[in-house]
């Protein structure tokens, strides 16, 4: 094991079959993380990159079995944002001194391609870069939006295995899924994609094969995160909470694509109380605090136990910019584009 965590920090390359044996091996665990966390400050550096996340609208039209803002879940307290209400929003994130705004939400179908154009305009009236985490669209409204100045854009795969995913996503096409990945590389945005650790019947292989499409279709960003079931979707008896697993497909995320940005995320701070730092320390080098005011927060309920409900976006900035100094990170100053460390 060691031999192939050597290969891994110093080649970024290896067989199917390696990976998995990794990720199964419990014994080199620790050895696999801290790996990462030199190829992290090799390539990224020390610079935590902090994205203000916006959950502007829990309305959707699809119905993914493992979420809680689902089509049919009838328990969950719908509401979405004003444009005005985003863009004040955005405008609380920049005088916290963030450098970019995440926006996400459910499939909603109201927010129409001039409504969300206009609102993109604002919001980079603030110099902030924007991401966009807002589902499956088509390559006309991506490119408007491209256009009216989005930067980035999150689409996670949630699983590279087309059975499981078509089970869990039903009326959804894993196709479709890549052809938007696809379409949002080639109009020139920083890809964001990603997958959810310990889905029922998700395989170890299935999971090597999740960082190796990362790797084939070319993110400039990959979101890992645990699966944790809601009770009020079909999933609610499922297992799920895998952290040490969720934990090392990170951290070989990191040897396999040393220079991309990887977020330390929510569901990992929702299993274990230190997660986020954790996963700093393993490899991610970046944190989504969520600067979404008053009740919106915890309606935004994509799964149970979510960190930090009652607390305002003054809050979470401050208490992430604690724990980041505290082992020895620093804040970057700047919008956090990939590569940027290494060209400076
Ligand atoms: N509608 C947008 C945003 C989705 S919510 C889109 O389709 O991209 C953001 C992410 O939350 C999802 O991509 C999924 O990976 C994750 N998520 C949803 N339900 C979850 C659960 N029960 N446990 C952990 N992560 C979950």
Redesign the pocket.
């Known amino acids: 094991m060691r031999r192939l965590i050597e290969k891994a920090e110093n080649d970024h390359s290896l067989e199917k079959a390696e990976i998995v044996s990794l990720l199964r091996d419990e014994e080199s665990t620790q050895e696999l993380l801290k790996a990462a966390d030199r190829v992290r400050e090799k390539y990224v550096g020390s610079d935590v990159h902090l994205r203000a996340l916006i959950e502007f609208s829990n309305f959707?039209r699809?119905n993914?079995c493992?979420?809680?803002i689902r089509r049919d879940n009838r328990q969950a307290q719908r509401y979405r944002m004003s444009p005005e209400e985003i863009v004040l929003h955005a405008t609380a994130a920049a005088k916290l001194g963030f450098h970019t705004v995440v926006m996400?939400?459910?499939?909603d179908v109201t927010f129409t391609v001039d409504k969300m154009t206009q609102i993109i305009r604002e919001i980079k009236k603030l110099d902030m870069a924007v991401t966009l985490?807002?589902?499956?669209k088509s390559f006309e409204e991506y490119q408007a939006y491209r256009e009216a100045g989005a930067d980035r854009y999150?689409?996670?795969i949630?699983t590279t295995d087309k059975d499981l995913y078509h089970r869990l996503d039903p009326g959804m096409s894993w196709d479709n899924r890549c052809r938007c990945l696809k379409d949002l590389k080639s109009l020139g945005y920083e890809l964001g994609s990603?997958?959810?650790v310990g889905l029922p019947d998700q395989s170890i292989e299935s999971i090597a094969d999740d960082i190796l499409f990362f790797k084939e279709i070319g993110v400039d960003m990959a979101g890992i995160?645990?699966?944790?079931?809601?009770e009020q979707?079909p999933?609610a008896n499922a297992k799920?909470r895998e952290f040490v697993l969720s934990l090392k497909t990170m951290a070989m995320t990191r040897l396999l694509l040393p220079d991309i940005n990887i977020p330390a995320t929510t569901?990992m701070e929702t299993l274990n109380p230190n997660g986020r730092v954790i996963a700093l320390q393993s490899g991610a080098n970046v944190v989504m605090p969520n600067v979404t005011q008053g009740e919106y927060r915890k309606k935004y309920e994509?799964?149970p136990g979510k960190i930090c409900v009652n607390d305002t976006p003054a809050k979470c900035r401050t208490c992430i910019e604690y724990k980041i100094l505290s082992i020895g990170r620093t804040i970057g100053a700047s919008k956090g584009f990939r590569g940027e460390f290494l060209k400076r």
């Open positions: 959707c699809q993914c493992y979420c809680g996400q939400s459910g499939e985490s807002i589902g499956e999150l689409l996670r949630e990603g997958s959810m995160g645990p699966f944790i079931p809601h979707t999933l799920g569901a994509l799964y």
